[in-house]
């Protein structure tokens, strides 16, 4: 018999499925118009969600000396996980920039999916921890993916810094834990402020995957839909789990860490890979992929996660 947690995951995923639906078919439609949605992508990543992050991250109740204490167990999956892959790099048989698709569908995660899932089924604190969680490993996952991106040379350092001095959810993350530090009292009606922008983040977020998606003949891609796909939704959750239980992280910081190991890959490093260079029509290839089959597979590891964290 299904747990109740178990139920509830089922649930929510099938109502975040249903609302990445209704913006794929929208915007098949052509509705509202087909400039529409790159507007509300940038409205998204630059405004609402920012503002989720901030407000949850101001009024959680989290002690940051413990929180700083996740560092390795949440960043030591993503470098392991980058290491195979540049250690076998040869031997995928791609060319360079068919490896970095694949190295950003291993890497890159899906935010939008997974603070939905974070508030439905953990609520408020689990949204903190969401925000927590991204403060810490986004930074890690844009110098991985740039570096790769720009060929381990020069260009990258300079890219890298512009992408985490722009990058508006690393932003909010860094600010909102620097005054937390601080111990600064932000105004309530600010933090509700912002608590009300970012509500519209979540539903607008996942509207905004489903006008995403993209079907290329996948069947052409085949192996490195595999590689990437095994890797994003099997492997890094397999490796948070064993890392977050070595080095003693429990309760809602472990299914969290689990839940964004587990999330599909970004449409995000779609953009990243035209403006770098990388294999683009393979990336939104994995990218579609990897959020259709990731239905599947995350209720299947969130649901194995309770059970062995019970």
């Known amino acids: 018999m299904l747990s109740p947690l178990t139920i509830r ?3 929510t995923l099938t109502a975040v499925f249903l609302t990445v639906m209704v913006g794929f078919f929208l915007q098949r439609r052509k509705f509202p118009s087909p400039e529409f949605w790159p507007g509300a992508e940038q409205l998204t990543y630059y405004l609402l969600l920012p503002a989720l992050l901030f407000s949850a991250i101001i009024s959680a109740q989290v002690d940051l000396a413990s929180y700083l204490g996740l560092v390795i167990p949440y960043m030591a999956p993503f470098l392991f996980m980058g290491l195979i892959l540049l ?3 040869k031997r995928l048989g791609q060319d360079y920039p068919a490896f970095t698709s694949i190295f950003q569908g291993a890497i890159r995660f899906n935010s939008y999916v997974g603070f939905s899932i974070a508030l439905a089924v953990f ?3 689990g949204l903190a ?5 991204i403060a810490l490993v986004i930074p890690l996952v844009n110098v ?8 381990g040379g020069q260009p990258g350092g300079i890219r890298i810094l512009r992408s985490l001095v722009r990058n508006p959810l690393i932003i909010a993350c860094v600010s909102a834990l620097f005054l937390k530090a601080l111990e600064v009292k932000v105004l309530s009606v600010l933090i509700e402020f912002l608590s009300i922008l970012g509500r519209a983040s979540l539903p607008l977020g996942l509207m905004v995957v489903g006008a995403a998606l993209c079907f290329r003949k996948p ?5 490195p839909i595999m590689i990437a796909g095994g890797s994003r939704l099997i492997l890094m959750p397999l490796l948070m789990f064993a890392s977050c239980h070595a080095l003693g992280v429990t309760g809602l910081a472990h ?4 839940l964004f190991a587990a999330l599909p890959g970004s449409p995000a490093a779609y953009v990243l890979a035209r403006q770098m260079g990388g294999d683009h029509r393979l990336m939104a290839n994995l990218t579609t992929v990897q959020i259709l089959v ?3 597979t995350l209720p299947i590891v969130l649901a194995l996660e309770g059970y062995f964290a019970s």
Do not use: K, Y
């Not at 921890?129 to 969680?133: E, L, P």
């Not at 991985?144 to 060929?151: A, E, F, H, I, K």
């Not at 069947?219 to 192996?223: F, I, N, R, V, Y």
């Not at 299914?255 to 689990?258: C, H, M, N, R, T």
């Open 294 to 296: 990731s239905f599947v």
């Open 255 to 258: 299914s969290i860490a689990v």
């Open 144 to 151: 991985m993916t740039v570096l790769v991106l720009s060929g």
């Open 123 to 125: 609520g408020q604190e």
């Open 219 to 223: 069947a052409e891609d085949l192996l």
């Open 129 to 133: 921890r969401a925000a927590m969680f």
């Open 87 to 89: 250690l076998f790099r």
């Open 9 to 11: 995951i089922f649930e």
